[in-house]
């Protein structure tokens, strides 16, 4: 595709829901990112995709957060039980190995 | 630990030049980044400096490294309106891949 693309772009749900966000990266991008930007701070590395493998999951801030991806192509981050300080925007990125990263618009997340 | 800081906030006239400031931590960072956040937009990679360089000039930004005090700026010369927005300081802590660490970002306001 021309660039990184994120669904849904806004997401407004309850606390206690599970959420899911998607990411398509640009065709051919090996390495997958998943960044959060609360409000007011930079961004917060959540996890990063080799291929379909997640070397480094280091970021993610409680086992209520999981990521997947599958074909070397999609991914899904998942946030079960939401909880009102989940909200952010949650930004994910592609690169070609270790080449710059490319950003996707974000999905806004707003838990109630 | 990983840390990367930058001001909240620069406020110059049009035409004049900004210089935004960073430093970070981590001495075996490959590569420095400066991004740009646009209002509704998503982040845009705007210049890079490798960490054996000093200095980094394109076009209207120069990019400053002073790997004694990890401090790295971004200078805008003959800014414009359109330059107003957030920029983000990044750096790519040690790890074989491209993991990077922000600073919370200076918001550039650019007025008459």
């Known amino acids: 595709g021309a660039g990184v693309s994120q669904s849904p772009s806004n997401k407004v749900t309850e606390k206690g829901k599970d959420v899911e966000l998607r990411c398509d990266p640009i065709?051919?991008?090996?390495?997958l990112y998943w960044y959060r930007q609360s409000l007011g701070q930079g961004l917060e590395f959540l996890i990063y995709?080799?291929?379909?493998?997640?070397?480094?999951k280091s970021g993610l801030p409680s086992d209520r957060f999981s990521a997947e991806r599958t074909g070397g192509s999609v991914s899904t981050l998942t946030i079960q039980r939401t909880q009102q300080e989940d909200s952010a925007v949650y930004l994910c990125?592609?690169?070609?190995?270790?080449?710059?990263?490319?950003f996707g618009p974000g999905t806004r997340l707003t838990v109630l | 630990g990983e840390d990367v800081e930058q001001s909240l906030f620069l406020s110059v006239r049009e035409g004049d030049s900004s210089v935004i400031n960073c430093t970070y931590t981590?001495?075996?960072?490959?590569?420095l980044y400066w991004y740009k956040q646009e209002p509704g937009a998503g982040l845009q990679l705007l210049t890079y400096?490798?960490?054996?360089?000093d200095m980094k000039q394109d076009q209207r930004l120069t990019v400053l490294l002073n790997k004694k005090d990890k401090h790295l700026s971004l200078r805008i010369a003959d800014t414009q309106t359109g330059d107003s927005a957030i920029y983000f300081c990044?750096?790519?802590?040690?790890?074989?891949?491209?993991?990077?660490?922000f600073g919370a970002g200076t918001r550039l306001a650019v007025h008459p």
């Open positions: 990044a750096e790519n802590p040690s790890g074989g891949y491209n993991k990077l660490i």
């Open positions: 981590d001495s075996s960072s490959t590569y």
């Open positions: 065709s051919g991008h090996t390495a």
């Open positions: 995709f080799q291929g379909n493998s997640a070397p480094d």
């Open positions: 990125a592609s690169s070609f190995k270790y080449n710059e990263q490319f």
């Open positions: 400096i490798f960490s054996n360089m």
